[in-house]
């Protein structure tokens, strides 16, 4: 029977195959959570009087097992069980029996799938942000290997002006901290505590949501309950729109590394176990790497509005159609983090070709360095402008390869020190560890 059904009451088989639909598989990403959240108000409930202080022995000891179990891998949710609040109910009353039933008191399914949303998602962002960390390293170590390397640099796809691999790499790196930033915003719309809500109108029960909340180690709450209800969806989208921006920067990333593959321009080389080869034309190593990484993150920047779709002309109150985020949400968090995985391994194995601008091909990357030559020595910039553009013209034009890029962030200058440190403050703005303190505790 399920939870919410009544007697002598058979739902179609059809019917509950179509309103089911992934929900079982979706929500064992869901079962340590929902095991967290579980403890949480069990403890909440027995200081208000609804359960016994030997019942909230027994219940957490049980829980507490089947955590252990999910860890372990051992969780499974059963045959005709349609989602893992409903397996775990199961578990403990078939345990303990009536002491089981009691744990449903001052909750609904509606606030139990959002809290386990909301630890389920703070949980894989905190992974999306330890892994783009990973990423962010590889990038500042690269471009602090590689600074004295030039590297052209292009607008219009034209060339323009003396870049460096140190640049390169130390943009993206920089990239990466307005992702984090972004990341953080999602954590902190995930980070706030829905449990007490019930099915969006509160209960009538003296519920301490302020205790659940420390108990959970979340920021605060979502005081207004009806709001609670309606953060369902939020949540979802802010954690996918900070993925999505993440995913424009490993795309964009992945497009350099296609185009600077490539024979035309052969500013990098990936070694041959990074690469693959055609079936007709024995020459061939692709970069499948980058352009597969190129996809899977340009994929990545529609679910945002997947989300919004889902929402788009929803009522206030629970609906059903919310089922459905979940179904975009977990599988985005893997494509992400095995994109991120993937870059880092990429970058850190690729090969940068030095000296490249000695080539007189690139002659006119160094136009505006004589321009500069001649500002410095009293030529008025648009008379030294003009007059470079004169000895382009009639072949008098010599590019002065001898740099002096000083100013912050430049060839010369690049800051990686200042920019490692402000992805550090960045990080530490999340507070995971008095996160993972108030978890430890509960399940200790």
């Given amino acids: 029977m399920k939870l919410w059904q009544k007697e002598n009451t058979v739902t179609s088989e059809k019917i509950e195959r179509f309103t089911v639909g992934r929900d079982r598989e979706m929500d064992l990403n869901l079962a340590e959570f929902d095991v967290l959240g579980n403890i949480a108000h069990a403890i909440m409930l027995e200081t208000i009087g609804l359960l016994t202080s030997d019942d909230l022995k027994v219940l957490t000891a049980e829980l507490k097992h089947i955590y252990e179990q999910v860890k372990n891998g051992e969780f499974v949710i059963e045959d005709g069980v349609e989602d893992v609040h409903s397996q775990v109910e199961l578990l403990l009353t078939r345990k303990l029996g009536d002491t089981g039933k009691k744990i449903h008191s001052g909750r609904s399914r509606n606030d139990q799938v959002l809290v386990d949303m909301k630890l389920y998602t703070r949980a894989r962002l905190f992974d999306v942000a330890t892994a783009t960390e990973k990423l962010f390293n590889v990038l500042a170590a690269k471009s602090e290997e590689h600074k004295n390397d030039l590297l052209p640099g292009y607008t219009h796809l034209q060339i323009a002006m003396p870049s460096s691999f140190g640049l390169w790499f130390g943009a993206y790196a920089e990239g990466l901290i307005d992702d984090i930033i972004q990341i953080n915003a999602a954590y902190r719309l995930a980070n706030r505590n829905p449990l007490g809500s019930g099915a969006g109108y509160g209960s009538s029960f003296p519920l301490n949501r302020q205790l659940t909340t420390e108990l959970l180690g979340f920021e605060g709450m979502h005081h207004n309950v009806v709001y609670a209800q309606m953060s369902r969806g939020r949540t979802e989208q802010a954690a996918l729109t900070a993925i999505s921006s993440l995913a424009a920067t490993v795309s964009r990333l992945a497009m ?78 893997d494509e992400i983090l095995d994109c991120l995985d993937i870059a880092a391994f990429m970058l850190e194995n690729m090969k940068v070709k030095s000296d490249l601008l000695n080539d007189q091909k690139y002659d006119l990357l160094f136009s505006v360095e004589r321009v500069n030559e001649l500002v410095i020595n009293g030529v008025p910039f648009r008379d030294a402008y003009r007059q470079v553009g004169s000895e382009i013209g009639d072949g008098s034009y010599i590019a002065p390869r001898d740099l002096k890029h000083t100013h912050e962030g430049s060839i010369g200058n690049l800051q990686t020190a200042e920019i490692s440190a402000r992805m550090q403050k960045e990080l530490a703005a999340f507070g995971f560890e008095k996160v993972q303190k108030a978890l430890d505790q509960l399940i200790s």
């Fill in 256 to 333: 350099d590394v296609c185009l600077y593959n490539s024979q035309n321009f052969g500013f990098i080389i990936l070694p041959d176990d990074l690469t693959t080869g055609s079936s007709i034309m024995p020459h061939k190593k692709n970069p499948d790497v980058a352009e597969l990484l190129r996809a899977k993150t340009n994929r990545m920047k529609a679910l945002p509005m997947e989300v919004t779709m889902v929402l788009s002309n929803l009522p206030s109150g629970y609906h059903r159609d919310m089922q459905l985020l979940k179904e975009i949400l977990m599988p985005a968090f």
